[in-house]
T-cell receptor, first 116, second 111 residues
Framework: GENVEQHPSTLSVQEGDSAVIKCTYSDSASNYFPWYKQELGKGPQLIIDIRSNVGEKKDQRIAVTLNKTAKHFSLHITETQPEDSAVYFCAAPGGYSGGGADGLTFGKGTHLIIQP | DAGVIQSPRHEVTEMGQEVTLRCKLISGHNSLFWYRQTMMRGLELLIYFNNNVPIDDSGMPEDRFSAKMPNASFSTLKIQPSEPRDSAVYFC?????????FGSGTRLTVV
């Protein structure tokens, strides 16, 4: 099955600076890579995703890059704000069969702290 | 749309009791996933369904866990008998494509 490694586990940045979170995956057949943000007491919320046919995707202050050859993908947050403080998870399809949407294998999460 | 709705939000039960967690999918979504989140193991996929059919239950910890999808919009996850190590937050998520939408979770405490 898929194995997803995520680092760092904790990241503290000054407000206004950029934050980068990195993930690696093991299954070269994986073709979809979402990022989720989880705030305290809530479920994970999808913030951006990328499919394997593109190398980069951007949505305002958030961007994701994908290197299929190296099997890693990264989340970039620019001009960080206090509301960006949360736990961020990367994920990849678990390699489950059956068609339709696939179950996800998640990284262990990164606790992002934005220092005022 | 109210999103994915889970109930109850919190459940405290005694070891050995039966626990049933409930999930209502987003209308039109045809995939349903149950995840468990703990500090030690993070987010783990337990089981998922496509079009009401269980596709992969290899993540279900033991026979004490069972999941059903009696119709296209509703699912249950049952633990019988419950044990203290089952304490965790259980999420369900639904999807119509690749992106999954999560519910707010059920925090289960087994004492």
């Amino acid at each position: 099955g898929e194995n997803v490694e995520q680092h760092p586990s904790t990241l503290s940045v000054q407000e206004g600076d950029s934050a980068v979170i990195k993930c690696t995956y093991s299954d070269s057949a994986s073709n979809y890579f979402p990022w989720y943000k989880q705030e305290l007491g809530k479920g994970p919320q999808l913030i951006i995703d990328i499919r394997s046919n593109v190398g980069e995707k951007k949505d305002q202050r958030i961007a994701v890059t994908l290197n299929k050859t190296a099997k890693h993908f990264s989340l970039h947050i620019t001009e960080t704000q206090p509301e960006d403080s949360a736990v961020y998870f990367c994920a990849a399809p678990g390699g489950y069969s059956g068609g339709g949407a696939d179950g996800l294998t998640f990284g262990k999460g990164t606790h992002l702290i934005i220092q005022p | 749309d109210a999103g994915v709705i889970q109930s109850p939000r919190h459940e405290v039960t005694e070891m050995g009791q039966e626990v049933t967690l409930r999930c209502k999918l987003i209308s039109g979504h045809n995939s349903l996933f149950w995840y468990r989140q703990t500090m030690m193991r993070g987010l783990e996929l337990l089981i998922y369904f496509n079009n009401n059919v269980p596709i992969d239950d290899s993540g279900m910890p033991e026979d004490r866990f069972s999941a059903k999808m009696p119709n296209a919009s509703f699912s249950t996850l049952k633990i019988q008998p419950s044990e203290p190590r089952d304490s965790a937050v259980y999420f369900c998520a639904s999807s119509s494509s690749r992106a999954s939408v999560f519910g707010s979770g059920t925090r289960l405490t087994v004492v």
